[in-house]
């Protein structure tokens, strides 16, 4: 599979080509704010090269999405935004939103 698909949207947003509001990066994986939050701090955890499944991850790189996933839900409840609980969802694959 290739590291970036010129049609997916996500691709475009690691690639700069899409404007997102990043509030995380490193080597592995990028977060972002959702242009449509369903509540204030919605981010997306993504990887950097193109993963619509999450079988298309290394397990590496899975397990470093929960990492990063984890440390941000940590640093929303440190934040000041209202935080009552976290919801971590995991969309593995189109129809999985
Ligand atoms: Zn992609």
Known sequence: MAD??????F???????????FVYEDARVVAF?????VNP??????PRTHAPL?????EETGAHLFRVAHRLAQS?????????GINL?????????
């Open 41 to 46: 701090g919605h981010l997306i955890v993504i």
């Open 89 to 97: 969802f995991l969309a593995d694959g189109e129809a999985a939103f």
């Open 33 to 37: 704010l959702d242009i449509n939050p």
């Open 54 to 58: 999450l079988a298309d991850t290394d």
């Open 4 to 9: 970036r698909d010129p049609e997916c949207i």
């Open 11 to 21: 691709c475009g947003i690691v690639a700069g080509a899409i404007s997102g509001s």
């Open 76 to 84: 929303l409840r440190d934040s000041g935004l209202r935080c009552e």
